[in-house]
């Protein structure tokens, strides 16, 4: 049995008359980028706005470039570091030993 709604499915505005109803669209043009892994993607882009040089890839998310021969280097990332890798990286082992040293006698009650 039918509800009675004669317009279900569709929405407010959608009709069949399309752009002589909203008015002319604005002129568009289409750029291809091309990330390191081949990837191509077309962004539609206003005639009279400003192409960026980078375009993030729709599919894998590195940078995408407008040169099909030499696309933009995937981002590097960092491993992982540890609190002891960055306290490493500030101190050497002799600077480590005396800071040692110094906090123990400290406990001791030697200072």
């Given at each position: 049995?039918?509800?009675?709604?004669?317009?279900?499915?569709?929405?407010?505005?959608?009709?069949?008359?399309g752009?002589?109803?909203?008015?002319?669209?604005?002129?568009?043009?289409?750029?291809?980028?091309?990330?390191?892994?081949?990837?191509?993607t077309?962004?539609?882009?206003?005639?009279?706005?400003?192409?960026?040089?980078?375009?993030?890839?729709?599919?894998?998310g590195?940078?995408?470039?407008?040169?099909?021969?030499?696309?933009?280097?995937?981002?590097?990332?960092?491993?992982?570091?540890?609190?002891?890798?960055?306290?490493?990286?500030?101190?050497?082992?002799?600077?480590?030993?005396?800071?040692?040293?110094?906090?123990l006698a400290?406990?001791?009650?030697?200072?």
């Open positions: 049995m039918a509800s009675g709604n004669a317009i279900r499915g569709s929405r407010v505005g959608a009709g069949p008359m752009e002589a109803e909203r008015g002319e669209s604005a002129p568009r043009l289409r750029i291809s980028f091309w990330c390191s892994n081949g990837h191509e077309q962004p539609s882009f206003a005639h009279d706005a400003q192409v960026p040089d980078t375009w993030d890839c729709p599919r894998c590195f940078p995408a470039g407008q040169d099909k021969d030499s696309p933009p280097d995937p981002p590097r990332t960092e491993p992982y570091k540890t609190h002891l890798a960055y306290v490493r990286e500030r101190r050497s082992d002799e600077d480590g030993e005396a800071i040692l040293a110094e906090a400290k406990l001791r009650g030697e200072i």
